[in-house]
């Protein structure tokens, strides 16, 4: 018997998600007080939302060398459910518009850590290119790879990086100091390919990596702010390369269609979040600063174990 015009359970499930988007977007059109297929009401709430969110990144950033995108991509997940993003590309939209936030936020924060001396240029130097490659070769995973891996990559770093922080001993240790040669090359590219998976600016693994040499935090946090200067560029501009088809396999989703998004880069989200980030990335140093080596990896730990429960539920719930 021919199975040629049977269809898979997956694929029945897929063409009614569509339909179903296009029917609520339809409805949406058809309403007064709607724009872009969302309510104003709506519109406001997310606007003000994304600014706050801009804020706190742009703090993460300057505290944690991080680029702030261990907190954007968590709340553009959320974002982007409720203007009606579907599931399967949703998240790989939160990755690349992070990962366009972070452009100007870590270029801030690293300005003003690289003010008090605390960048070490070295590494830079050695880990420039191995971080542009892993870079690019994210970007390419990113337009063949399904949701879920978006997620799990998350989860996985973000989980380890906490236990590694929070119940850290001086004993924790690979060595004495970073080594030299292909190793250093190697940890460079996974840096690079795993940031872009994230959405990160690279800062939650460097971070890990100099801590685990003996390299002191505040100085971990302040070369990690000059990586994402690497890993943000590069990075924004292969998602908009690996989202581009996005647009026309849902017409009906307005978030992913020019000029609300580029690709994988929401420009709505990054317009409002970006200069928020700005004003608040060099009170995040100060605080890093401030605070004890101590304090600083307890926190930093706390915080990755809250956002990375948030996508265990997501992959548990489908949400």
């Known amino acids: ?5 049977i269809r898979s359970p997956n694929a029945h499930r897929a063409t009614f998600r569509k339909r179903r988007l296009g029917e609520v977007a339809a409805s949406r059109r ?7 297929g969302l309510d104003i009401k709506e519109i406001v709430e997310l606007a003000l939302l994304l600014i706050a969110t801009g804020a706190l990144s742009g703090f993460l ?5 991080i680029g702030g ?13 409720i203007a009606g993003v579907p599931l399967e590309v949703r998240m790989p939209l939160c990755v690349g518009t992070s990962l366009a936030v972070i452009i100007p936020t870590s270029i801030r924060s690293f300005q003003a850590h690289y003010k008090r001396g605390a960048v070490d240029m070295t590494i830079l130097r050695a880990w420039w290119l191995p971080i542009m490659i892993g870079v690019v070769a994210g970007s390419v995973i990113a337009r063949y790879a399904p949701e879920r891996l978006f997620k799990i990559v998350f989860v996985a770093v973000a989980y380890s990086a ?5 119940f850290a001993r001086e004993g924790w240790r690979f060595g004495e100091d970073l080594p ?3 190793l250093m090359r190697a940890y460079g590219f996974c840096v690079g390919i795993l940031s872009t998976l994230m959405g990160i600016g690279g800062g939650l693994f460097s971070n890990l990596l100099m801590t685990f040499y003996g390299r002191p935090i505040h100085q971990a946090v302040a070369t990690s702010s000059a990586l994402a200067v690497l890993i943000s560029i590069p990075g924004a501009l292969g998602y908009i390369y690996a989202g ?8 009906a989703i307005a978030a992913l269609q020019v000029p609300f998004a580029l690709g994988y880069v929401s420009l709505i989200g990054a317009v409002l979040v970006m200069p928020m980030s700005l004003v608040t ?17 307890v926190a930093f730990g706390v915080y990755l174990f809250i956002v990375g429960s948030r996508f265990v539920l997501s992959l548990v719930g489908g949400m």
Request: include cysteine.
């Open 69 to 81: 995108g261990a907190i954007l991509v968590p709340v553009f997940y959320e974002c982007f459910r």
């Open 61 to 65: 950033a300057g505290v944690f060398g």
């Open 30 to 36: 058809g309403r007064s007080g709607v724009i872009a």
């Open 1 to 5: 018997m021919s199975t040629a015009g």
């Open 180 to 182: 030299k040669g292909p």
């Open 162 to 166: 906490a236990a590694r922080l929070i």
């Open 244 to 251: 581009w088809p996005a647009a026309a396999n849902y017409p």
């Open 281 to 297: 990335a060099p009170l995040g140093v100060k605080a890093a600063h401030a605070m004890s080596k101590r304090t600083l990896e």
